[in-house]
């Protein structure tokens, strides 16, 4: 059977290639998601690939993934630094979740230091562009005994 994972990218991700792009890159949301389903059909997993701008639909997209999803990969964005709700719903979830930030958050603004996430995340990507979702699908394939 093919894994499936939960890629779930929170607010103002959907802006990405014009949204700051010295910070955040010139990829498009859309470009990374090509690449990363290019990628999952190479080491043999099936992606979910998801944006909301609202924190209440991406903890819904988590609890869906709950028996349905063998790992979730997600950038929460701005709501990494102020969620208790995803981390909560994030840590009702059986299989291993992947922290990602485009950015490198700790050599910004003191927020962005605190991650909500973290304490959940069985591995953080941060500061590698939009290479850092070829890199957490490959953590991915490694953690569920793929590649
Ligand atoms: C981000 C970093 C967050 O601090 C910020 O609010 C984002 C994107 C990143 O991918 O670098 O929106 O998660």
Same mark, same amino acid.
């Given at each position: 059977?093919?894994p499936r994972?939960?890629?779930?990218?929170g607010?103002?991700?959907?802006?990405?290639?014009q949204r700051e792009p010295? =910070?955040?890159g010139?990829?498009?949301?859309a470009?990374?998601e090509?690449?990363?389903?290019a990628?999952?059909e190479?080491? @043999?997993l099936?992606?979910?690939?998801f944006q909301?701008?609202?924190?209440?639909?991406?903890?819904?997209?988590i609890?869906?993934a709950?028996g *349905?999803?063998?790992?979730?990969?997600i950038?929460p964005?701005?709501?990494?630094?102020?969620?208790?709700? =995803?981390?909560?719903?994030l840590s009702?979830?059986?299989?291993?979740?992947i922290e990602l *930030?485009?950015?490198n958050v700790?050599?910004?603004e003191?927020f962005?230091?605190?991650?909500?996430v973290?304490s959940?995340a069985d591995a953080v =990507?941060? @500061?590698c562009?939009a290479q850092?979702?070829e890199l957490?699908?490959?953590?991915?394939?490694?953690l569920?005994?793929?590649?």
């Amino acid at each position: 059977m093919v894994p499936r994972i939960d890629i779930i990218n929170g607010p103002n991700l959907n802006l990405l290639g014009q949204r700051e792009p010295e =910070i955040y890159g010139h990829e498009t949301l859309a470009g990374i998601e090509a690449t990363c389903r290019a990628l999952a059909e190479r080491i @043999g997993l099936e992606l979910r690939f998801f944006q909301s701008n609202h924190e209440g639909a991406l903890v819904d997209r988590i609890q869906a993934a709950r028996g *349905h999803a063998a790992g979730i990969v997600i950038n929460p964005a701005a709501y990494t630094h102020t969620s208790v709700a =995803i981390l909560d719903a994030l840590s009702s979830f059986d299989g291993p979740v992947i922290e990602l *930030h485009l950015s490198n958050v700790h050599r910004r603004e003191a927020f962005r230091h605190h991650s909500y996430v973290s304490s959940r995340a069985d591995a953080v =990507i941060a @500061g590698c562009g939009a290479q850092g979702y070829e890199l957490a699908l490959w953590r991915m394939a490694r953690l569920l005994g793929r590649a």
